[in-house]
């Protein structure tokens, strides 16, 4: 079992800056692939971004290339979501979740959540205008 904690959320406006974390539990963490979903009120949750377990591929969700990054750290088992430029269509709660046995960041499937296994409580970000 997989425990996902995130941190960073915040208040600030757009244009801004903010670099949420993602703390897992367990010793196994470099064979997760890492995917971040976001939810706005009155909306459905959304694939923002995944990384993927071995050879660190990353790919976005269109409306953040180019402002969002992902990366992880194996030796702290931690993943993190830099978000640069924010706009107010950015705010929501955003999530980090794990997945194994064989998911990709190229794989399509990726940016489904069903796809993944754990999920952490989730952190809000909101951006204003």
């Known amino acids: 079992q997989v425990q996902l904690v995130e941190s960073g959320g915040g208040l600030v406006q757009a244009g801004g800056s903010l670099r949420l974390s993602c703390a897992a539990s367990g010793r196994t963490f470099s064979s997760y692939t890492m995917g971040w979903f976001r939810q706005a009120p009155g909306k459905e949750r959304e694939f923002v971004g995944v990384?993927?377990?071995?050879?660190?591929?990353?790919r976005y969700l269109d409306s953040v290339k180019g402002r969002f990054t992902i990366s992880r750290d194996n030796a702290k088992n931690t993943v993190y979501l830099q978000m640069n430029n924010l706009k107010p269509e950015d705010t929501a709660v955003y999530y980090c979740?794990?997945?194994?046995?064989?998911?990709?960041?190229?794989?399509?499937?990726?940016?489904?959540?069903?796809?993944?296994?754990?999920w952490g409580q989730g952190t809000q970000v909101t951006v204003s205008s």
């Open positions: 979740a794990s997945a194994r046995g064989g998911l990709k960041a190229y794989y399509p499937r990726a940016r489904l959540s069903a796809s993944y296994d754990y």
């Open positions: 990384i993927s377990d071995n050879d660190e591929t990353t």
